[in-house]
């Protein structure tokens, strides 16, 4: 497959999206989240492959959804055109996505990496969602996640004044798992998510279903969740695995059965 927009590697399980518009700073045009998805696809579908970990370049992860493209749609284009469904079908990919980001993550770049489980960071990212400076607003979930993530006070503040947070505060008002040098961002990215990719796929995933259920049900329906998920995991040969790898003090070997 010949991709334009991003570039697609493999490494120990995990599969590695770099985002590749250089010249307009990773903004998110059609082709390109169509490409991202593509190769989404192709990931989820690799049984080799337990973690998927989305990037950008050193200056940008990604500068906003593609404002040249955007600039002149009325709202039967934008109401009918699928942008917006395919970027919602990156939010709904089952593997764990790690979002690693480093410059700017604008609009819907920001947006993008709320999408992911969770973002580490470079200490040179900036996240924002400047929608409002330029007559709009968030418009693929940064009302909603960002406000998930930070609280009601900083997401107000950032999507009404559109200010730039840098990472150490990301970090402290949980939009960040952790912050990291530049140079070290992409290595510490793979290593943690080369450490998810050797568990078993099943236990992955459903920790990650049972934590986003969180964020939709009651506290007693999420409990309930997952502890029925708790139960389903013992009809698993993975589950045997692990606890008799543990007893007879040897690392697990998890075959996703
Ligand atoms: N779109 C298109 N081109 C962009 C871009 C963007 N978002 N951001 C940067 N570029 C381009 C610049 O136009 C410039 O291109 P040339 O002039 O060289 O041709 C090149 O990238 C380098 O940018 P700058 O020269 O501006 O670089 P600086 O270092 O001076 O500034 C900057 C970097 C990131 C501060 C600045 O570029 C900037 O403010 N960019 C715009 C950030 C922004 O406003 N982002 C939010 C976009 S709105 C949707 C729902 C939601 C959305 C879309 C659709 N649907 C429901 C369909 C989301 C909307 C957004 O994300």
Redesign the pocket.
Known sequence: MQWDTILLEKRNGVGLITLNRP???N?LNTQLIREMNLALDQLEQDPEIGCIVLTGSEK?FA??????E?VELNFPN?YF?D??TLADRIAQRRKPLIAAVSG?A????C?LALMCDFIYCAENAKFAL??V??G?L???GGTQRLTLAVGKAKAMEMCLTARQMGAQEAEHSGLVARVFSQQELLEQTLQAAEKIAEKSLTAVMMIKESINRAFEVSLAEGLRFERRTFHSIFATLDQKEGMWAFIEKRPAKFTNQ
């Open positions: 010249k307009s700073l903004a940008a500068a906003g959804a593609d404002i040249k955007m934008i055109d942008f917006f700017y604008l609009g819907g770049g947006e400047p929608e400076t330029l709009v968030p418009g693929i």
